[in-house]
């Protein structure tokens, strides 16, 4: 496999130059991927100082309280512009198909490790895809109510009713979509080899193959198809 | 720490109990009371808050009534508001209400306040903010039933009436009941204030005005600034004073049982993930996976 002539960052390739290793997440994706998850997790921290009194001493972090007050916005909207084009790249991969359904189904397969069972599962799984969405739905709705409640610029526009709707839109969004980020990182950690496709960007043809074995058979199928002929 | 209050009797974003070693004498809570039928519009009462507390509003533009400045500001801690009322009868009726912090029992601002300390209440039932504490987000003003607190512009901190807490520590009355000139307003112990009011009331009613009343809205747990009305069924005809003000349910789902739910429930789902790697343990990938991985590559390979 290693004499495929493919680019040495293409996605969805078997790439030379690692022993046949797939690129799974080119650099620009991977780059992406952390700006999305550096701002997150800046923005959950100085979020989560002001949901509750015993998450207040998170805001010394931030240079303390009035600080962390100026910066959530900033970084609340940093985060959704740079998961912008992050959806646009990977958001046509996550649409539900029937076998997704399928494997949802089978969710107790899912939960003790008996792939083996479950249905083949392309470039995400049902459950990458639900993941997907959470962030979609929750980074829109705190973008909406969070601009509501963006004291400094726009809260002066909107009367009492709708700032305490927003706020409430706020914390149901943010709550949701921190255990969803919760669930994601531990979907990491949990099947080995995910953290190396985000963070080198390249797994094992036995990873593709065992977890998303549709993805894996796309690839083969393209680079034997690709390749020159001997006869 | 002579300058500490330690009379506290409610703290904002603070789980534990707060200073309150001290008893002040008596114990009592005390309230202004507001006659707004002897209210004749003079804004002496503007001016004296003024004056204590140092305070210059920008010059305004004229909106056509008497009410000046046109609303509350973080430099304007208390307004006369000025409605015109055509009653049943047909006849004109001039309504003045002095507004600003009505000092709930059960203040909606200290309920929404996320900065520990930046909101604190005594025990003479005075909500004050502190100032040093604030850092500006706005939630108050989202929680107040009344519409009272305002950010100000030069230093992002929040400003309202603070019921010349200063003054009255040291047992003066508030600026504004020392300047009224016709004794609409008076203060005292809240029991005192009822007192007088519920004289006030009777006197009222021998002249004429039948649903006059006492303005000490029970859905706030009672202010600490009360209104005599001539009229206590129409509240809303003294420029939109609320009927029935309470804590809204918004406010309270937001900044009640939401906030340890919340973090439970994220502690939660941290766990769920911790247990379920102890017990179920990662899911691997082999070298028998990566021998499929090459059998099925092959297999491709040859058929494509």
Redo the contacts between chains.
């Keep these: 496999?290693s004499d495929i002539e493919v680019g040495p960052e293409r996605r969805d390739t078997v790439s030379p130059e690692h022993h046949g290793m797939i690129v799974r997440y080119t650099a620009g994706d991977r780059t992406n991927h952390w700006t999305v998850a550096l701002a997150f997790v800046l923005a959950a921290l100085s979020g989560l100082?002001?949901?509750?009194?015993?998450?207040?001493g998170l805001?010394a972090l931030f240079g303390?309280?009035?600080w962390?007050?100026v910066l959530h916005p900033c970084i609340g909207l940093a985060m959704v512009l740079a998961f912008v084009p992050f959806a646009l790249r990977v958001g046509s991969e996550n649409r539900m198909q029937p076998r997704d359904w399928a494997w949802l189904r089978q969710y107790r397969d899912v939960?003790?490790?008996r792939?083996e069972r479950l249905p083949e599962v392309g470039r995400y799984n049902a459950g990458q895809k639900l993941v997907f969405y959470a962030v979609v739905v929750c980074l829109m709705g705190l973008l909406f109510s969070g601009v509501v409640?963006w004291?400094?610029y726009f809260?002066l526009y909107f009367p009492?009713?709708v700032?305490?709707?927003a706020?409430?839109t706020h914390?149901v969004c943010a709550?949701v979509l921190?255990?969803t980020i919760?669930?994601h990182?531990?979907a990491a950690?949990?099947?080995?080899?995910s953290v190396e496709a985000m963070t080198r960007g390249k797994v094992?043809?036995?990873?593709?193959?065992?977890?998303h074995r549709v993805w894996?058979?796309e690839i083969?199928?393209r680079?034997?198809?690709s390749?020159p002929r001997a006869d | 720490m002579p300058l500490q209050s330690l009379d506290i009797v409610r703290r904002s974003?603070?789980?534990t109990r707060s200073p309150d070693v001290r008893e002040p004498s008596g114990g009592r809570e005390v309230a202004k009371l507001i006659d707004t039928t002897k209210c004749i519009g003079c804004k002496a009462c503007q001016v004296a808050c003024m004056e204590w507390n140092d305070l210059r509003d920008e010059i305004g533009t004229n909106t056509g009534r008497y009410q000046n400045p046109a609303d509350l500001s973080a430099n304007t801690w208390t307004l006369m508001r000025f409605a015109e009322i055509e009653n049943s009868k047909g006849d004109l009726e001039w309504l003045i209400r002095k507004d600003g912090c009505m000092h709930c029992a059960d203040p909606g601002c200290l309920k929404a306040c996320?900065?520990?300390g930046a909101i604190v209440q005594y025990a003479n039932g005075i909500v004050d903010f502190q100032e040093e504490?604030c850092?500006?987000?706005?939630?108050c003003?989202?929680g107040?039933p009344f519409?009272i607190p305002r950010?100000s512009k030069k230093d992002?901190k929040v400003y309202k009436c603070t019921l010349c807490s200063d003054r009255v520590a040291v047992g003066l009355e508030p600026a504004c009941i020392k300047a009224c000139p016709t004794g609409a307003l008076v203060f005292g112990t809240k029991d005192d204030m009822k007192q007088h009011a519920a004289e006030r009331i009777e006197d009222l009613k021998s002249r004429g005005f039948e649903q006059a009343g006492l303005y000490d809205p029970a859905g706030v747990g009672g202010t600490h600034v009360m209104y005599v009305l001539h009229h206590a069924d129409q509240p809303h005809n003294y420029v939109d004073l609320p009927a029935d003000p309470r804590i809204?349910r918004?406010?309270l789902?937001?900044k009640g049982f939401?906030?340890?739910l919340?973090?439970a429930?994220?502690a939660l789902?941290?766990l769920a993930?911790f247990f379920?790697?102890i017990r179920?343990?990662?899911?691997?990938?082999?070298?028998s996976?990566?021998?499929?991985?090459?059998e099925?590559?092959k297999r491709?390979?040859k058929a494509?």
């Design positions: 496999m100082a002001l949901f509750h009194p015993a998450l207040f805001s303390g309280g009035p962390t007050r939960v003790t490790n792939e409640i004291r400094a809260s009492a009713p700032l305490r709707l706020f409430i914390a709550l921190i255990c919760i669930v990182i531990y950690i949990w099947v080995k080899g094992t043809p036995g990873w593709a193959w065992k977890h894996f058979r083969m199928t680079a034997a198809n390749r | 974003a603070t789980t996320p900065s520990p504490n850092i500006g987000c706005g939630y003003i989202a107040c519409d950010i992002k809204s918004a406010v789902l937001w939401s906030k340890p919340g973090l429930v994220m789902t941290a993930g379920h790697y179920v343990g990662p899911d691997e990938t082999d070298a996976d990566e021998a499929a991985a090459r099925l590559a491709l390979e494509p």
